[in-house]
Nanobody, 123 residues
Framework: QVQLVVSGGGLVQAGGSLRLSCAASGRSFSRYAMGWFRQAPGKGREFVSAIAWSGTSTNYADSVKGRFTISRDDAKNLLFLQMNRLDPEDTAVYYC????????????????WGQGTQVTVSS
């Protein structure tokens, strides 16, 4: 069992930056692939980024590639999403997630979900 707590959302102007954090508790955090998803108003939840348990593989949605960076600190059971050059289209509730299988997470699945945090980008 993994519990995930997300922090770091907020309101930012277009072009600005935010960093989301996800604190994990429970055993074997370092063995999970971790990722971020988001859900914009009136839309379904979409994959944003994932990082393999080893940290050596990462994947990004085309819409955030080159602007967002995912990272993890297994010593502290933390997952991060650095978001730069934010655009109003990035406005959404962002969720942290964990999955035993990296490929499945990239495909849009998760075993565990954190609560969402609102990110609002003003134009």
């Amino acid at each position: 069992q993994v519990q995930l707590v997300v922090s770091g959302g907020g309101l930012v102007q277009a072009g600005g930056s935010l960093r989301l954090s996800c604190a994990a508790s429970g055993r074997s955090f370092s063995r999970y692939a971790m990722g971020w998803f988001r859900q914009a108003p009136g839309k379904g939840r979409e994959f944003v980024s994932a990082i393999a348990w080893s940290g050596t593989s990462t994947n990004y949605a085309d819409s955030v590639k080159g602007r967002f960076t995912i990272s993890r600190d297994d010593a502290k059971n933390l997952l991060f999403l650095q978001m730069n050059r934010l655009d109003p289209e990035d406005t959404a509730v962002y969720y942290c997630a964990a999955h035993w299988d990296y490929g499945s997470m990239v495909g849009g699945s998760a075993d565990y979900w954190g609560q969402g945090t609102q990110v609002t980008v003003s134009s």
